[in-house]
């Protein structure tokens, strides 16, 4: 069935405000095969299958929706950590604002230099992972992402870390419409905790290809930005070797607009990866978590625990598939969605599926969508609670299950102080 027509217009529009970035032929023939995807996919409309609940429109359009930029003076999340500190503004490296990316145990390159390098270990991955995360499921922003990227680093872990990565994304412009593309290799034993933290730009698309070799580990936590208008699509692409371990855990609090993808294959026996996200949004806010776990190897185990919070009007999105084939027997797969409504306007829309071709499988999926329990507010108030603080409470508590993912408890207690304030600035 071919593209329709409109959809063709809308992807030729967006493709003419862009160029191809240069560099090395295999950075250019990488690129290329991106575009060719996108244009035999076309860029996501309304109408497809995977995005009837988010609408598009305004991540696929040529320029970037304006965006005001949100002024803080809360201390930025992370700060009181020791990490290796790499900043990009309106999605630009700054090299003033960054740590020396020269750390032992840890190869550190920016794209650009990556790509414009003749033989890099970056060519196997790099637009690699992301194409083959196409199918079944078509993620053309993705692909777009992998065609004009310029901006991003290439980490190589041959050992344990000495300290986190920490990228940072720092907004100044309204207009700002970042690409950025990271690429991940976690070699056989290694260990890598990756932190991400920022609005990053009025429009934001990010790819993250991450590798994770037989025995590896890779940690993610991400805080995205406050900023009330911002719009993102990020996309994370893992694969996974065995006895390795992924973990990714996502905290959203505002934002007009956000699309978060994870696709994760798991290639090698008895490896585990975990996905989870907790979301506090109220008014005009969109939040999409849209995941798909293939296992084809035996005895992995994968989690999906994903907790919004959603008042005045919000809106929450979960779509989160579990692929089980043939051969992945003792494959334990269990998926969680759930929703806390604060209010009638606010609404929550879930897609769970499992799809198992293996018969010696525990897999699980959940979804829930409800009100707070008026016997625990009852009770907290009886106990001389005040009724805000009894059901920030409450909050706090259905979210725990998403963040005790976190696997550092420093970094857990810092996820759950921001939400406290979040939470105690918006009190009505």
């Known amino acids: 069935m071919g593209v329709p027509q409109a959809k063709l217009d809308a992807t030729q529009a967006r493709l003419a405000a862009l160029s191809l970035p240069k560099g090395a032929n295999w950075a250019a023939v990488a690129r290329q095969d991106a575009l060719s995807r996108v244009q035999a996919m076309g860029l996501p409309g309304r109408r497809d299958e995977y995005w009837k609940y988010t609408n598009p429109a305004t991540l696929v359009q040529p320029d970037a929706p304006p965006a005001a930029v949100l002024e803080t003076r809360e201390p930025p999340i992370f700060a009181e950590i020791d990490r290796l500190k790499i900043v990009f503004v309106d999605g630009v490296f700054d090299a003033a604002a960054s740590d020396d990316l020269d750390r032992s145990g840890l190869e550190i390159e920016l794209l650009t230099d990556a790509t414009s390098t003749d033989i890099h270990w970056a060519r196997d991955l790099y637009g690699v992972l992301e194409a083959r995360g196409q199918s079944p499921v078509h993620r053309p922003l993705a692909a777009l992402n992998s065609a004009f990227a310029n901006q991003g680093v290439v980490i190589r872990v041959t050992g ?82 065995r006895e390795s371990t992924f973990k990714s855990f996502t905290l959203s609090v505002n934002g007009a607009l956000t699309r978060n993808e994870a696709v994760i294959e798991l290639t090698g026996d008895n490896a585990v990866a975990h996905v989870a996200g907790a979301a506090v949004g109220d008014g005009d806010f969109h939040h999409d978590d849209t995941v798909f776990v293939t ?130 600035r918006h009190h009505h």
């Open 160 to 241: 344990a870390a000495a300290c986190p990565v920490s990228l940072v994304y720092l907004r100044r412009s309204e207009n700002s419409d970042a690409v950025i593309h990271h690429v991940i290799r976690v070699e056989e034993g290694a260990d890598l905790t990756l932190l991400e933290d920022g609005p990053a730009s009025a429009r934001f698309n990010q790819v993250i290809e991450v590798d994770v070799a037989d025995g590896g580990s890779f940690h993610h936590v991400r805080a995205q930005g406050r900023d009330h208008e911002r719009r993102a699509a990020t996309h994370i692409f893992a694969r996974l070797g």
């Open 295 to 424: 296992h084809d190897a035996v005895a992995c185990e994968s989690r999906q625990v994903f907790k919004k919070v959603l008042r005045n009007g919000a809106t929450g999105v979960f779509q989160g598939k579990i692929l089980v084939k043939a051969d992945a027997q003792k494959t334990d797969g269990y998926q969680i969605s759930q929703s806390l409504l604060l209010d009638e306007d606010a609404q929550f829309l879930a897609k769970p599926e499992l799809e198992i071709y293996a018969d010696d499988v525990a897999c699980s999926h959940g979804s829930t969508s409800g009100a707070i329990d008026e016997d625990a507010l009852f009770y907290l108030r009886s106990r001389g609670v005040p009724q805000a603080q009894a059901q920030d409470l409450l909050v706090l508590a259905f979210l725990a299950e998403a963040i005790d993912e976190i696997e550092d408890p420093s970094i857990a207690a810092d996820i759950l102080s921001r939400l406290d304030g979040w939470l105690k």
